[in-house]
Every structure is written in C-alpha cells, then in structure tokens.
C-alpha cells in the first residue's frame, strides 16, 4: 500500500489523533458484536448504564439506545437489523436514529461496514444530522411560506376580480333597471319602495366593492403602489377614523408585480398593528426610492412595545412580513420603544431596470 | 325646515333626559352620497373624529344594529365578547366608551338609523336607561324617525 509521505508511523498518529478528536462517533466491534473499542465522542452520546454494558461486550448493548434505522419502508425499523445482518453491503450509508445524553433522539448519518475480512472486525461511525436537519427544516418551510403565500394572494386576485367584475357589475345593472322604473309609473307608492330598494341595493354594491380590495385592490395592478395606498388609507382613514399621513415620492412608478405585492400587504399589516395596538391617531406612511433600493416606512408615535418579547396576537403578521419581504430580497427592521412609539422599515433592492436585483 | 339644527337640539335634549355622557345618532346619507351610514349627529364627543367614520351595515355597534334592527346593551366595554377586536368598533375607542346601548330608529319597516347613548364609566348604561333610548327612537321625540330622510 501507497502511503503519505511521512511514512506508516505518521498515518497511526494521524488516525489516533483522529479517533481521539473527531466529533464523529466510532466504535469497533468484534464478529461477534462485542465492543473492542470505542472514541471519546461515542462516549459522549451515551448514558453511563449503556456505556457499561458496551465496554463490558455485552450482546446487543446497542440496543439500548437505538431506536432503528430508516429504510424504504419506515422512518425507524428494527427489521433486518444492521448490527445482525449478513449482508453488510447494504449498511455502507444509511440513518439511524440514537437515545443520546442530553439531546434526546438523534438522528445519524451512520456507516457499519468490516474492516477486516479474517477477523470480521466491524466499524461504526456516527455523523450527527440533527443541525443538517434543522436547516433542511427551515428551509423546507421557508419555501412552504413563500408558496402559501403566493398561492393566497393569486386566489384572493382571482375572487376579487370575480366580485368586482361580475357581481358588482350585475347588481349595477339591477339597480339601473330599478331606476328606470321611475318613467314607467306614476304610482308614488312603488316609487318609494323602489327607491328604499334601489339604496338597500347600492349599499350592498357598496360592501362588495370594499370586500373586493380588502381582498385585493385592483388599483395595485392597473395603477400601481401610490395609488393603491392612497385608496387604502381613505378607507382605513373612514373605518377606523384616523388619519394616515402619506408621502410618497415615487409617483406613478411602477415595480414588479411581486415587489408591488410585498410593500402593499407589509404596508397593511404594519398599519393595522398600529391601529390595533398602538392608540394612536395618526400614522406616518413614507415610500421613497433612495441609491438602489424602494423603501417604506410605517411610523406611529404610540404605546411601542419591546422587541423580541411576547408579541400581542398571533404573532404571525411580525413573521409573515419578514417572510414577505424575503421573497424580493428585502429586509424589515422594526424599532421600538415603550411610549415612543414603533417604526417599521423596509427595504428592497433594485437594479436599474427597477426590478428586483437578482 | 333645517333639519340640522333640529336633530341636534333633539339628541341634546336626550342625553340631558337619560344623564348619558354621549349621545350620537347615526343616519343614512342622502342618495348623493352613495347612501353610506355615519354618525351625523353627536352630543358630549370629545373629538370630531368619529363623524368620519364610515359604517358599514353588519360592522361594529350602528352597523350591527342597523343589519338586525335590534337593540344592543353592552354594559361593560371590558367584558364586551369582541373586547380583542376594540379597533373595530371606533366610536367605543374614539370616544373611550365604557357602557354604551344602541336601538334602531324604524321607518316604512326598515332601519333607517341607529340610536346609541353611552357613557365613559362602566355598568352605567342599564336595561331601564336603554329601554328610555328605545321608547325616544320610537315616539317621545316626534321629528326623530327618519321620514324625512327618505325625501331628501
């Protein structure tokens, strides 16, 4: 055999200084599944009862801790055991799953393979997955937030338009006809009553139009964000009787239809919370473009609260806005103070085609 | 007639009879205002604010009694089942609203407006308090039942 320059003698300090110090987990075990030997780190992960039993030999001390490995079929079986089976082939890559001290059930990526055909010595080595799996986690749900989201925001499009376009536009033809009724006869009788109908019917026109943009503003697709906002802020001002103060000074720019999409329902939620929470009467609203990036800011000057603590609510509108702007790119920083107030900003880089710069 | 200065001088007479701290009087607009429904009328507010406000039938205090055409009494604002969602309901927050009653106001068999007294100290709005706001909306204050709205 070939080795590294420094001869058999560097290779064996090298490989002892590596079963040592590695944060894998190793053990040897005879044919027979008695253990020779095993790392520090393998010590590490298990309980000091089942550490005995494994320096002891004794049979299927493993079994203690193991809670099965991952095969086609299962997350976790014990079906055709590893440790027992013939055919080791088979067992060159694989999870499994460990009771370890301290961590609870831990997933590993694992290797049990022989080292040694005469004696049948076997190895088995241990790679923690666990943080490997966190991060597959996030991002697994990262991605499932940012298809929610557009899949919500494609049908609340869809439903609106379908309230605005067809059942706005049929109750409008309803109420002309009413309307008409007035050259048809003089009986003021019918009149009065069409004419408390013909109200009743245009209030009901009324609620679908605001049900159409609470769900989605068309404005935000024919006109863009300035418009958009200011139509949203008139009926905010109107529900809720406070005034928002709104500079903008991108005026009929318009943007991506995605980033468009994340400052109006980031804008949103921030005004809302402010409404909720922050006792306030006004609001400041500014959207502006500076260097590269469009940017907006939600300012009140109301109750605040501490970041990070417990949030009031869900919770989840704080999540969903950082989670919104992640998908232009963009970060939200919120600051806030008790009794000074909160601000939301966020930003979205641009390039100069005023796209999102990709 | 000026029917403005009417309905004022008649809600001001209704909180001096029911001792309330506010008296407000929500009504229909007339057809060139798309017929949307607002506090027109207020006595003992502590801002102008609340007559901006929009109500939408179904929607808070007026919009609930004006959708049901049925009286309301929250005797205690804290103990109010929506207490999460107070935003929703500006005229409590606006006004800081502790005990509020509501009754519709009827006209040819529809809810033409919405009666509300209330006060800024809890538990001070009664079953005996709404049920003389009811019998206003209803007869006591003769020009107060909405009839002329519809002509105008």
Redesign the interface.
């Known amino acids: 055999m070939e080795l590294i320059s420094g001869g058999k003698d560097q290779l064996i300090d090298l490989m002892l200084k590596m079963y040592e110090n590695s944060t894998e987990a190793i053990f040897f075990f005879t044919s027979e599944g008695s253990t020779i030997s095993m790392n520090p780190a393998a010590e590490n992960i298990m309980d000091d009862h089942v550490l005995e039993q494994l320096k002891k030999g004794a049979e299927n001390a493993l079994c203690n801790v193991c809670r099965g490995y991952t095969s086609e079929s299962d997350l976790t079986t014990c079906k055709d055991c590893y440790f027992t089976s013939s055919n080791h082939e088979d067992f060159t890559s694989f999870q499994v799953f460990l009771e370890t001290v301290g961590k609870g059930i831990v997933p590993y990526a694992a290797t049990f393979h022989v080292i040694d055909a005469e004696k049948g010595t076997r190895v088995f080595i241990l790679r923690d997955l666990s943080m490997q799996f966190e991060t597959q986690n996030k991002l697994q749900q990262n991605k499932m937030m940012k298809n929610v989201i557009k899949a919500q925001e494609n049908e609340r499009k869809r439903i609106s338009r379908e309230l605005h376009d067809s059942v706005a536009q049929e109750l409008l033809s309803a109420v002309v006809d009413l309307r008409a009724l007035k050259y048809m006869t003089n009986d003021t009788e019918v009149l009065k009553k069409t004419s408390e109908s013909t109200a009743t019917l245009i209030r009901l026109m009324d609620d679908i139009r605001n049900l159409s943009v609470e769900l989605r503003p068309s404005a935000l697709d024919d006109f863009g964000l300035e418009a958009a906002f200011r139509s949203h802020f008139k009926r905010v001002e109107e529900s809720f009787g406070l005034t928002i103060d709104f500079k903008s000074t991108v005026k009929q720019t318009r943007y991506e239809n995605e980033v468009e999409t994340v400052l109006y329902r980031i804008c949103q939620e921030a005004v809302l919370n402010a409404i909720k929470y922050a006792q306030v009467e006004t609001i400041q609203v500014h959207l502006f473009e500076e260097g590269d990036s469009l940017q907006l800011n939600v300012k009140d000057e109301g109750a605040g609260f501490i970041v990070g603590d417990h949030p009031m609510g869900t919770g989840l509108g704080l999540y969903g806005m950082n989670e919104r702007a992640e998908l232009v790119l963009g970060n939200v920083t919120i600051d806030s103070e008790i009794g000074k107030g909160t601000t939301v900003h966020l930003r979205v880089p641009l390039d100069e085609k005023r796209e999102v710069a990709k | 007639m000026d029917y403005t200065k009417e309905y004022q001088l008649q809600i001001e007479k209704i909180r001096e009879a029911l001792g309330c701290d506010i008296i407000a009087l929500a009504l229909?607009e007339p057809?060139e205002n798309?017929?949307?429904?607002k506090w027109q009328y207020i006595s003992g507010n502590i801002s102008e604010?609340?007559k901006?406000?929009?109500l939408?039938?179904?929607k808070g205090i007026a919009g609930g009694v004006f959708k049901n055409g049925k009286p309301i009494l929250v005797a205690d604002v804290e103990k109010f089942a929506a207490k999460e969602d107070l935003?929703n309901y500006?005229i409590l927050k606006?006004e800081n609203l502790k005990s509020i009653g509501a009754a519709p106001l009827w006209h040819?068999g529809?809810v033409v407006g919405v009666l509300l007294g209330g006060f800024r100290e809890p538990h001070l709005m009664t079953p005996e308090r709404l049920q003389m706001l009811i019998s206003m909306s209803k007869s006591d204050i003769g020009t107060l039942d909405g009839k002329e709205l519809?002509w105008n």
Do not use: D, T
Not at chain 2, 34 to 37: A, P
């Open positions: 229909v057809a798309l017929h949307v429904l604010r609340i901006k406000v929009v939408q039938s179904g935003f500006p606006l040819s529809r519809m």
